[in-house]
T-cell receptor
Framework: KAGVTQTPRYLIKTRGQQVTLSCSPISGHRSVSWYQQTPGQGLQFLFEYFSETQRNKGNFPGRFSGRQFSNSRSEMNVSTLELGDSALYLC??????????????FGPGTRLLVL | AQSVSQHNHHVILSEAASLELGCNYSYGGTVNLFWYVQYPGQHLQLLLKYFSGDPLVKGIKGFEAEFIKSKFSFNLRKPSVQWSDTAEYFCAVNAHSGGATNKLIFGTGTLLAVQP
């Protein structure tokens, strides 16, 4: 099976712009979660989508949003970018039907640099 | 709030030395526990996990971890490290409270450097 894929792999934006990142989960997986990884804050949970519905949300401002499509692919959007949004954004997928007892498989990430 | 602590931020070992990385979490309910590893230039990948049953779990590449509920700990061990174990190691907890969620709380990571 192909792994989790994320596009684009690298992005450079300027403050105030918006950005959309894409994630394609492993075939058959219905849960997609997003994480932000920074040197200062480590790995932080952004949100999880399952069957096109947001199932859980982390403590991020409303500028961070996401959605999931019927084929389980997911996108996350960050509006009005700030310098502090520079990070590696990781997507993870899992089956979605076993409660918390699932292994999440991570993609390679999208590295976002905000200038 | 739930949190995960990894007390060793940087560890340097010689090949064949034994490894133990500490992980403690703060949550009184049911937890699922994970160790992930990130090799240089690679994705995060699962090393091992604990859901229930035998508290001593074995993972890939000779790693094991022991869940001690009374100590809220899930320490990672390997009896003899190799140069190829050089990587960053993350402990993660899913405090799902019986609900259907894949929200992982990660520790800050431990950077392990193994000297040949």
């Amino acid at each position: 099976k192909a792994g989790v894929t994320q596009t684009p792999r690298y992005l450079i934006k300027t403050r105030g712009q918006q950005v959309t990142l894409s994630c394609s989960p492993i075939s058959g997986h219905r849960s997609v979660s997003w994480y932000q990884q920074t040197p200062g804050q480590g790995l932080q949970f952004l949100f999880e989508y399952f069957s096109e519905t947001q199932r859980n949300k982390g403590n991020f401002p409303g500028r961070f949003s996401g959605r999931q499509f019927s084929n389980s692919r997911s996108e996350m959007n960050v509006s009005t970018l700030e310098l502090g949004d520079s990070a590696l954004y990781l997507c993870a997928s899992s089956g979605g039907t076993s409660g918390g007892q699932e292994t999440q498989y991570f993609g390679p990430g999208t590295r976002l640099l905000v200038l | 709030a739930q949190s995960v602590s990894q007390h060793n931020h940087h560890v340097i070992l010689s090949e064949a030395a034994s490894l133990e990385l500490g992980c403690n979490y703060s949550y009184g309910g049911t937890v699922n526990l994970f160790w992930y590893v990130q090799y240089p230039g690679q994705h995060l990948q699962l090393l091992l996990k604990y859901f229930s049953g035998d508290p001593l779990v074995k993972g890939i590449k000779g790693f094991e971890a022991e869940f001690i509920k009374s100590k809220f700990s899930f320490n990672l061990r390997k009896p003899s490290v190799q140069w190829s174990d050089t990587a960053e190691y993350f402990c993660a907890v899913n405090a799902h409270s019986g609900g259907a969620t894949n929200k992982l709380i990660f520790g800050t990571g431990t950077l392990l450097a193994v000297q040949p």
